[in-house]
Every structure is written in C-alpha cells, then in structure tokens.
T-cell receptor, first 116, second 112 residues
Framework: DAGVIQSPRHEVTEMGQEVTLRCKPI?????LFWYRQTMMRGLELLIY????????DSGMPEDRFSAKMPNASFSTLKIQPSEPRDSAVYFC??????????????FGAGSRLTVL | DQQVKQNSPSLSVQEGRISILNCDYT??????FLWYKKYPAEGPTFLIS?????DKNEDGRFTVFLNKSAKHLSLHIVPSQPGDSAVYFC???????????FGKGTTLSVSS
C-alpha cells in the first residue's frame, strides 16, 4: 500500500490567496482526519470524517477553512482567503474504525504551508 | 485547555540508557492511549498503544505504563539508540469518538 498521500508537499503563497490541500487515504479505511501542527499548539485536530460524512469540525479555526470528502478516496482542505497565521504543516490521516480497539491513525507526510 | 499534556519539550539521553517520556491527561473518558514517533519532514508513525483497562504494554524495547489514578502515562525505551532521536507524541482517544487528541510532543535526542 502507498500509504496516505498528500499534495502538495510544500506550498508558498501570498496572503489573500486560496489554498487547497489534497489527501488520498489508505484504500479501505473509513475515517479521515485533518490535523495542523504548529510550534505553539502542537498537533491539533481540525476535522474528521467517518464514511465520507463530517463528524466533528469544531477544530476548524474559522469560516475561512473548509473541508470536503466527495468520495472514499479523496479529501480536500481549503483555506480562502489565506493569512500568515495559517502557516503550518497540515497532516491528513486515515484509519479503519472498527468500534473497539485503539483506532490507529496512519498519517501522510504532511503539506507545509507558508503564507507570506 | 489541553486535555493531553507533555510537559517536557525535550529530553537528552546517552545511547544504551533508558529514555522515559511522560504524559498527563485530564479526561477520564479516554479509553485508549497511543504513542507516535515523528522524524523531520515525515508524518507521525504509530509506536505503541495501551487500553485504559491495562497498566502496562510492552513491545520490544518500548514499554508504556498507565497510572489511571494519577492520569499519567509514560513511555520507556530501553536501551535507547541514536535512531530513536525524534519527536514523540502522546495521544488519547475518547471512548465516544474516533479522533485522537495529541499532546505537543517531546523531542528526544539520543547521543552515541
């Protein structure tokens, strides 16, 4: 398996521009997560989906952020308009939710976003 | 307020010695705890987990201990190796949910 695939790996943009981050989860996984890593806040959950349905988006910072999962093999995280404080590494992760058990998440390599 | 706390941002250990990474939590509804390791420019990778009904889980050089009364868990690495140098994240799962809540991480440096 190729693992969780994220693109782009690096994105540099100017304030006010739209940014779209993409994620392909592991085939067969039914849960998908978006996390953001910053020095100040560590790894924080933004939103997660079960069976393509958003379950908890309480971590999404504000209306400038939106996430979609149109099918089981693709998700996007969009920031519009972007601001310098959005600069961070954004991780996508997926898991196979089976009720009980540790629910191990498999992470992608991340997308490093820099907003100038 | 952070529900999962890793109060030591960094830890330095000599090769061959024991590394002990600590984690505290506040939510008594957590039913699983996990440790992840992260190298630079890579995503976190799963290391070891423990159920809230256990107090110890061991996998090779890695052992996780859970003290529910103190709401504290620790990861022991014995013996430590230079390749263990990475950021270690403690994570917890709420039994009502699916997502993991992470601490801020501890950077472990193992010198040879």
């Amino acid at each position: 398996d190729a693992g969780v695939i994220q693109s782009p790996r690096h994105e540099v943009t100017e304030m006010g521009q739209e940014v779209t981050l993409r994620c392909k989860p592991i085939s067969g996984h039914n849960s998908l997560f978006w996390y953001r890593q910053t020095m100040m806040r560590g790894l924080e959950l933004l939103i997660y989906f079960n069976n393509n349905v958003p379950i908890d988006d309480s971590g999404m910072p504000e209306d400038r952020f939106s996430a979609k999962m149109p099918n089981a093999s693709f998700s996007t995280l969009k920031i519009q308009p972007s601001e310098p404080r959005d600069s961070a590494v954004y991780f996508c992760a997926s898991s196979l939710r089976q009720g009980s058990g540790a629910n191990v998440l498999t992470f992608g390599a991340g997308s490093r976003l820099t907003v100038l | 307020d952070q529900q999962v706390k890793q109060n030591s941002p960094s830890l330095s250990v000599q090769e061959g010695r024991i590394s002990i990474l600590n984690c505290d939590y506040t939510n008594s509804m957590f039913d699983y705890f996990l440790w992840y390791k992260k190298y630079p420019a890579e995503g976190p990778t799963f290391l070891i987990s423990i159920s809230s009904i256990k107090d110890k889980n061991e996998d090779g050089r890695f052992t996780v201990f859970l003290n529910k009364s103190a709401k504290h868990l620790s990861l022991h690495i014995v013996p430590s190796q230079p390749g263990d140098s990475a950021v270690y994240f403690c994570a917890a799962r709420n039994q009502a949910g699916t997502a993991l809540i992470f601490g801020k991480g501890t950077t472990l440096s193992v010198s040879s």
